[in-house]
């Protein structure tokens, strides 16, 4: 027997709730309980809605839940939660630190989960278009991604109006020039996967790049920034722009999010 760590009721051994005051048993003689299909779902639709505002648009949340509501998504989302909740109760019974290894994995999992819902059933709803192709890395190791494949996919500039050069023989020298002065200073060895020009005259003196090992990036009135992949750790949209480890980037409405997603997809795949 254990006792309730609000109101001190005795509890049987099994019990995930007091029945006397209701309360939830979190931990109970060094125990650890892991939530339950419900709680997994709540998770999800705050992920969604917080999704949603991110990506799209803090209005639009009401217009989702609907499309979840009247699509046969739920039927696939019932099930996924029960696979979920048995993922995290073998996770409680053989993970030495349950708490810290549930929370990672369902955040990674509900949001695979959300973005598997939101690309598939609401294309129409969306503000900012998310390219199909991101679905095809949730059952991925990190050892079976291509980064430079990943980066195309996710950025998908073959929708964009941006001027883009993946192949540098191809790009004009004198803007090759002007982005080797102003904000890209790769390595000797690194790989430059594209430079995309963000400046008003065509110029190529803004703009920002991507490599194989870091993110390089000039903003009008702003000076030459460099993130290296492995010390990602703050990727937050604010408003129309995005906030990388701390520094102002702005590209357009549509890129951000995509980097945003991109950059913390790389950040997970990193960890790993």
Not at 76 to 102: G, M, N, T, W, Y
Not at 182 to 189: H, M, R
Request: charged share 30%; aromatic share 10%; hydrophobic share 40%.
């Amino acid at each position: 027997m254990k006792n309730c760590t609000n109101c001190h009721t005795p509890l049987t051994d099994s019990a995930r709730f007091c029945h006397q005051c209701g309360a939830r048993v979190e931990v109970l003689s060094g125990g650890f309980v892991p939530p339950g299909p419900e709680e997994i779902a709540a998770h999800f639709f705050a992920l969604l809605r917080h999704q949603v505002s991110e990506e799209q648009d803090p209005e639009l949340q009401d217009p989702y839940l609907q499309r979840f509501r009247e699509s046969d998504f739920g039927r696939i989302f019932d099930i996924r939660v029960e696979q979920l909740a048995v993922a995290v109760k073998d996770l409680a019974d053989h993970h030495p630190s349950p708490r810290e290894a549930i929370a990672a994995f369902l955040d990674d999992a509900l949001a695979d989960l959300s973005d598997f819902f939101i690309i598939n059933y609401c294309r129409d709803l969306h503000v900012t278009p998310i390219p199909e192709a991101v679905l095809k890395y949730q059952q991925m190791s990190p050892d079976q991604i291509d980064l430079f494949e990943l980066v195309m996919d996710y950025l998908q500039f073959s929708t964009e109006p941006e001027t883009v050069y993946t192949n540098l023989l191809d790009m004009p020298v004198d803007k090759l020039r002007n982005a080797s002065k102003a904000f890209l200073f790769p390595e000797k060895q690194e790989r430059i996967y594209f430079i995309c020009d963000l400046s008003l005259l065509g110029s190529c003196k803004e703009g920002f790049a991507l490599t194989n090992k870091a993110l390089y990036w000039r903003a009008p009135l702003e000076k030459a920034r460099k993130v290296l992949y492995a010390d990602l750790d703050q990727i937050v949209r604010e408003k129309d722009w995005l906030r990388i480890n701390g520094l102002f980037f702005n590209a357009s409405r549509t890129l951000n999010v995509r980097l945003m997603k991109l950059l913390r997809k790389v950040e997970k795949r990193n960890r790993r």
